[in-house]
Each structure stands twice: as structure tokens, then as C-alpha cells.
């Protein structure tokens, strides 16, 4: 299984969750998304129901990694709360990244809660109807500019937008693992800001680009099926 893996090494984030457009930002990129998204409370969880989503992505998906995607199928998960927003979950403050993966799932246990797994992450981005990205059937530029105001089937802000984010789960066998991380940076192509997006990095990076978001309930024990790549041909 081949395993996509970061090894970028950068200092904490000052990303915020100010409105206004960067300077230079295109029209297309700074435009407010039209949908109207109730304002997030510090400290806010949206109940994920307990229900069936479609897993992973068609083959041919653009931006798609069929070493690290699953072909789509579905999957049934109970019932957890997830972050509204990015830890500390608070719209005041900034997200809290350049921590390590276990660094994040204690700074989640000190608020009650745990480190979302991967499935958990995904169906919460998916929303109701497995749509490909949080916004819709494609990603809105102008989440980037204003991430708390894009928001997936769940009511979930800012899914796969400006940040990667740890989950619980792990990429890979047992013997080589790595952690899987969901999301994407601001910088990245329209398409990997899709849900099904998986990377797979060391859990001890510390990544300016990578954050986290607690969940609360008993964690889901569904994994992600790795792929596995047959063989390209075979001789007759």
C-alpha cells in the first residue's frame, strides 16, 4: 500500500478565523458563499446521528489517490458529537496546530472528549447525502476567505478548507502505519478539499498546516478497507 507521507516540519499556526480577504485575493476566492450559516459558539458540538454514508470515492474522481481512497461503498456508523469548529473550537480564537498526533488526543481528553476517527471525520463532512465536498458537489472557493461560513449536510464549518486535520485512525498495516489525516490546506487544489481526501503522515510531525477537532460518545470501530492495487497487466 502506498502511503503518502508529509515531511514538512513548521512552527504553530497564526491562521484565524478573520473575514475579511486577504490582500490580492481573487474575486472568485474572496466572494462570501451565498448559503447563510448560523454564527458558531465557542465550545459548540453537532450530533452526528447514527446512519449509513458512502465511504471513499468513484475510481476517475479527479484529485483521487486509489492507493489511499477506497472505491465508494457504504458504511454504518452510531451515533457521536463532533466539534463545530477546528480545536480550541472557539470562533474567537485561531486553530491550535503544529502539535504532534498524541499531543492533539490529549489536548482533546482535557476537554472531555477524544480524537475523531477517520470514518467519523468523513460522515461528518459528507453529510446526509455523501456529497463529495462539505459545501456541496464542489469545493466553493470563497470557504477559504471565510471558512465559518461553510458548512457541510451536518451543520459541521469549516471541513477540509484551509487545514489538515489528525484523526484517530491509522493508515497502512500495523507494521508500517502512519496516522491518517483529513482536510486539506488552503494552498491545495480545488480537489483535495474533497471529504474522502486520506493522507497518511508520521505522528510525530508538527505541522503549521495540520490541526485537529475533538468528538464525543464511544468512538466508531469502523476502519477504512485499505486498497489494494491489482496488478496493471498480465502476460497471456
Same mark, same amino acid.
Given at each position: ?17 478573520d473575514s475579511t480577504p486577504p490582500p490580492g485575493a481573487t474575486a472568485s476566492a474572496s466572494a462570501i458563499p451565498s448559503v447563510s450559516i448560523r454564527a458558531p459558539l465557542a465550545g459548540e458540538r453537532v450530533e452526528i446521528p447514527s446512519g449509513t454514508f458512502q465511504v471513499?470515492?468513484? #475510481? ?30 472557539? #470562533? ?5 496546530t503544529g502539535l504532534t498526533r498524541d499531543e492533539s488526543r490529549s489536548r482533546c481528553a482535557e476537554s472531555g472528549a477524544r480524537l ?102 464511544? #468512538? ?17
Amino acid at each position: 500500500c502506498f502511503i503518502l507521507i508529509s515531511v514538512a516540519c513548521r512552527k504553530n499556526s497564526t491562521k484565524s478565523y478573520d473575514s475579511t480577504p486577504p490582500p490580492g485575493a481573487t474575486a472568485s476566492a474572496s466572494a462570501i458563499p451565498s448559503v447563510s450559516i448560523r454564527a458558531p459558539l465557542a465550545g459548540e458540538r453537532v450530533e452526528i446521528p447514527s446512519g449509513t454514508f458512502q465511504v471513499g470515492s468513484q #475510481p476517475g474522481t479527479p484529485g483521487r489517490h486509489p492507493a489511499l481512497e477506497p472505491t465508494l461503498h457504504s458504511v454504518e456508523l452510531g451515533s457521536y458529537e463532533i466539534d463545530r469548529l477546528p480545536f480550541p473550537n472557539d #470562533p474567537a480564537r485561531p486553530p491550535l496546530t503544529g502539535l504532534t498526533r498524541d499531543e492533539s488526543r490529549s489536548r482533546c481528553a482535557e476537554s472531555g472528549a477524544r480524537l475523531c476517527t477517520e470514518l467519523e471525520w468523513e460522515r461528518a463532512c459528507k453529510g446526509p447525502d455523501s456529497k463529495d465536498y462539505a459545501m456541496g458537489e464542489r469545493f466553493d472557493r470563497g470557504c477559504l476567505s471565510h471558512p465559518t461560513q461553510c458548512a457541510s449536510g451536518f451543520d459541521v464549518l469549516a471541513m477540509g478548507v484551509e487545514l489538515k486535520e489528525w484523526t484517530a485512525s491509522d493508515v497502512g498495516s500495523t507494521t508500517d502505519a502512519t496516522a491518517a489525516v483529513r482536510g486539506s490546506s488552503a494552498k491545495s487544489p480545488d480537489e483535495d478539499h474533497r471529504c474522502a481526501t486520506r493522507l497518511g503522515n508520521k505522528s510525530n510531525l508538527r505541522d503549521k498546516d495540520i490541526g485537529f477537532r475533538c468528538c464525543k460518545g464511544a #468512538p466508531n470501530a469502523a476502519i477504512v478497507a485499505e486498497p489494494s492495487l491489482g496488478k496493471a497487466f498480465e502476460k497471456g
